[in-house]
């Protein structure tokens, strides 16, 4: 049962951790990550790859899109982030165990 309960929790949690990430995405990547000059709205497409398009350039070769950071820390960036959303749970479910098992001693 106590098992089945930490998981709930955990499940109830993802959405606030999503939700954590996410704004922090919309305040840091487009700012500071890229510039996407089609950017979506907030929490359709910009936090998903791909960040910016290629075919969103115009044909004089002017750059709509393009990265303000290397295209490898804007994915390094992002995987922490992605990471950081199923993380974030669980240390607050690990947390509250170790909290309770101090308690009961």
């Known amino acids: 049962m106590e098992t089945l309960k930490r998981i709930l929790v955990y499940l109830a949690m993802l959405p ?4 954590f990430f996410a704004f922090a995405w919309l305040f840091i990547a487009p700012t500071c990550l890229y510039y ?8 359709v497409i910009s936090w998903h ?10 044909a004089d070769g002017k750059l709509r ?37 101090t308690h009961a001693a």
């Not at 790859?49 to 115009?58: C, E, G, K, R, V």
């Open 36 to 43: 996407c000059w089609d950017d979506a709205a907030p929490f």
């Open 49 to 58: 790859p791909q960040f910016i398009h290629q075919w969103a350039n115009s």
């Open 65 to 101: 899109d393009y990265y303000l950071s290397p295209e490898w820390v804007v994915y390094s960036v992002w995987i922490i982030f992605i990471a950081g959303t199923f993380l974030l749970p669980t240390l607050f479910v690990w947390r509250r165990l170790r909290n309770a098992r």
């Open 16 to 19: 606030f951790s999503f939700l």
